[in-house]
């Protein structure tokens, strides 16, 4: 008989979430120990509008994943969802709870808006679509999950 897989992400009534915000999609202890969180911060409302561009999705997960290593060293990875309205972050057990995320989140996105350019898309050799960037866009998904601060923690709007 085949194991039941449940996908935490697939749970979700993604037609009852507000975006923007973070929250904790997971946690799990590692065998052998120690713990890994993973965190959803969705820009876009999912199923509503459009989503993030993949070009924005990309620079943002490229300086997300610069910025967000400044402020913790807890930081995993950092990767783009594939409905593309969101990121995920993954990290270690050190930060678990979505307070502590959006400690690192909200600086790691005020530092995104001060960049020139996407750390590691130079060339070829640093990243696998180094011409499929749009700072601009990672800007301007940045600035509009900012202006959403006070509410981030509020996943269902409440």
């Given at each position: 008989m085949a194991k039941k897989v449940v996908v935490e992400s697939f749970e979700l009534d993604h037609d009852a979430v507000v975006a923007p915000y973070i929250r904790q999609a997971g946690d799990k202890e590692i065998p052998g120990g120690g713990r890994?969180?993973?965190y959803d911060l969705r820009f876009t409302q999912p199923n509503t509008e459009p989503y993030l561009p993949i070009e924005t999705a990309h620079s943002i997960e490229h300086i997300l994943a610069f910025t967000?290593?400044?402020?913790?060293?807890?930081?995993i990875g950092v990767s783009p969802m594939g409905c593309l309205t969101g990121i995920y972050v993954i990290t270690t057990g050190n930060i678990d709870t979505a307070e502590k995320m959006k400690?690192?989140?909200i600086p790691g996105l005020k530092r995104l808006l001060e960049f020139d350019a996407v750390p590691g898309a130079e060339s070829s050799k640093s990243c696998g679509?180094?011409?499929l960037h749009d700072l601009e866009g990672a800007k301007a998904a940045?600035?509009?999950?900012?202006?959403g601060e006070e509410s981030l923690l509020s996943v269902f709007g409440d």
């Open positions: 890994v969180c993973k967000l290593r400044e402020f913790s060293d807890d930081i400690d690192i989140v679509s180094y011409q940045a600035r509009k999950f900012l202006a």
